[in-house]
C-alpha cells in the first residue's frame, strides 16, 4: 500500500480513480484531442443514441447525488479526472466538457434505450463544467454497466463526451483499462493503436480529499 493510499477505508479502495493523460483540443485547426505526453490526436467516436433528451436541472460534478432524491446511485464510486490542451501542450481554461453515461445497470435516461434492466432513479447521468485554468476537469460518478449494443455485440463499460473549446470541439467516448470486454467493443476496436491507448483512462492512486462515498 503506497502512502497516498495509508488511511484510506476499505469502501473507498473500492472505488476507483481514473483519469486521463491528458485531452488535447486544438483551438485552431480541426476537432483533435490529444495525449499528454506525446500529444497523438485521440480521435472523435460516435455520440451515440442516448445523448440525453432531457437534461437533469442538477448538472454538478457529482453525478452520484441527484438533487431531490433520498439516496446516492448505485455502483462502483470512480472520480474521473483530466486535462483539456491544446496542440502545443498548453492548458485550455473555460472549456466546455460534458458527459453523459449509463447508470450501473448498463441503462441510460433515454427513452430509446431498449435494454430490460431496472433503472438507477438515483443516478445524475450527465453533467457539464468548465476546465479550471490549468484545463483541469473532475467529475465524481460510477462506473457504467455494459450494455447490449444496439448494432453489433456488447458496449464495453464508457463514458462519453463532448468538450468544447472557443472554435472547435469534440466528442469522443472514454474507456476503462483491462476490461475484457474492451476486446469486443466494436466502436473502441475501430481505432488502432496508440490513438486507442490515448481513448483508455488511467488508474491512479486515490488522494485523500476523494470521497468514495455511495450506495
Ligand atoms: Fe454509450
Redesign the pocket.
Known amino acids: 500500500m503506497g502512502k497516498q493510499e495509508k488511511g484510506l477505508s476499505r469502501r473507498q479502495m473500492l472505488g476507483m480513480a481514473i483519469g486521463l493523460g491528458g485531452f488535447a483540443l486544438s483551438g485552431k485547426t480541426g476537432s483533435v484531442f490529444a495525449q499528454e505526453a506525446n500529444r497523438l490526436f485521440t480521435p472523435p467516436l460516435t455520440s451515440?443514441p442516448?445523448y440525453p433528451q432531457i437534461k437533469p436541472l442538477d448538472q454538478d460534478a457529482d453525478l452520484t447525488v441527484l438533487a431531490g432524491k433520498k439516496g446516492p446511485a448505485q455502483g462502483k464510486v470512480i472520480h474521473l479526472t483530466g486535462r483539456v490542451l491544446n496542440l502545443n501542450g498548453e492548458p485550455v481554461s473555460g472549456a466546455k466538457v460534458e458527459i453523459w453515461?449509463?447508470d450501473a445497470n448498463g441503462r441510460?435516461s433515454h427513452d430509446s434505450d431498449p435494454n430490460p434492466g431496472p433503472r438507477d432513479p438515483n443516478f445524475q447521468g450527465y453533467s457539464v463544467q468548465k476546465t479550471d485554468a490549468e484545463g483541469r476537469y473532475r467529475f465524481k460518478t460510477i462506473k457504467?454497466g455494459a450494455?447490449p449494443g444496439l448494432i453489433a455485440g456488447m458496449?464495453t463499460p464508457?463514458i462519453?463526451f463532448e468538450v468544447e473549446g472557443k472554435v472547435d470541439r469534440v466528442i469522443t467516448?472514454v474507456f476503462f483499462p483491462d476490461e475484457p470486454l474492451n476486446e469486443q467493443d466494436s466502436i473502441l476496436q475501430s481505432i488502432k493503436g496508440p490513438r486507442k491507448e490515448a481513448l483508455i483512462a488511467k488508474m491512479m492512486p486515490p488522494t485523500k480529499e476523494m470521497d468514495f462515498q455511495g450506495a
Open positions: 451515440g442516448f453515461q449509463a441510460y457504467p450494455y458496449r464508457h462519453h467516448q
